[in-house]
């Protein structure tokens, strides 16, 4: 079946510095990818995503590119703030009809001052 | 603004009762979907709504019933609620036409004793 692997946190860094979450997937046909973001005390959200190869979805900031090669979606940012510490989840969507999305197990992302 | 609202954010509840947990949208979104989110497992899918009055099991629809007589509201039932259901339990929504742009409620947090 589908599966999402996303690496294991937490995840601490310092403002300013560089943000990659590696994201993996699994699935059968062409999946739709997606990256969602709980901020404390909230629901997720969707942050970006990419519905097909070499797509990159971007937000905020944020850029996670489609590589159907390494079957990967990984999410980066370039100079993180405060304001980013949040739980970070990958997720698909196999397509043909499903109405499932499968998350990964989430990301905590904690940047300091 | 798009809205999800869960009735509580935390519940205390006894083994054994029957406990309801109650969502509603205002975005007039065709789908409504019920997770739990535990740490280390991500979220799952326990049901999905594609219209009144009916549903589809997800992932993990054991010891849980849903009912959906009106659009705007998705109701989760544990009927006999056991200590293994202590949980965060997401209500989320979506569009039918796309399904993998899901808002979601800020949880309600059930503690069974």
């Known amino acids: 079946g589908d599966s999402v692997t996303q690496m294991e946190g937490p995840v601490t860094l310092s403002e300013e510095a560089f943000l990659t979450i590696n994201c993996t997937y699994t699935a059968t046909g062409y999946p739709s990818l997606f990256w969602y973001v709980q901020y404390p005390g909230e629901g997720l959200q969707l942050l970006l995503k990419a519905t097909k190869a070499d797509d990159k979805g971007s937000n905020k900031g944020f850029e996670a590119t489609y590589r159907k090669e390494t079957t990967s979606f990984h999410l980066e940012k370039g100079s993180v703030q405060v304001s980013d510490s949040a739980v970070y989840f990958c997720a698909l969507n196999s397509g043909a009809g499903s109405y499932q999305l499968t998350f990964g197990k989430g990301t905590k992302l904690s940047v300091i001052p | 603004d798009v809205k999800v609202t869960q009735s509580s954010r935390y519940l205390v509840k006894r083994t054994g009762e029957k406990v309801f947990l109650e969502c509603v949208q205002d975005m007039d979104h065709e789908n409504m979907f019920w997770y739990r989110q535990d740490p280390g497992l991500g979220l799952r899918l326990i049901y999905f709504?594609?219209?009144?009055?009916?549903?589809e099991k997800g992932d993990i629809p054991e010891g849980y019933s849903v009912s959906r007589e009106k659009k705007e509201r998705f109701s989760l039932i544990l009927e006999s609620a056991s200590t293994n259901q202590t949980s965060m339990y997401l209500c989320?929504?979506?569009?039918?036409?796309?399904?993998?742009?899901?808002?979601f409620g800020a949880g309600t947090r059930l503690s069974v004793l």
């Open positions: 989320a929504s979506s569009l039918i036409r796309d399904l993998n742009i899901q808002y």
């Open positions: 709504s594609y219209d009144v009055k009916m549903k």
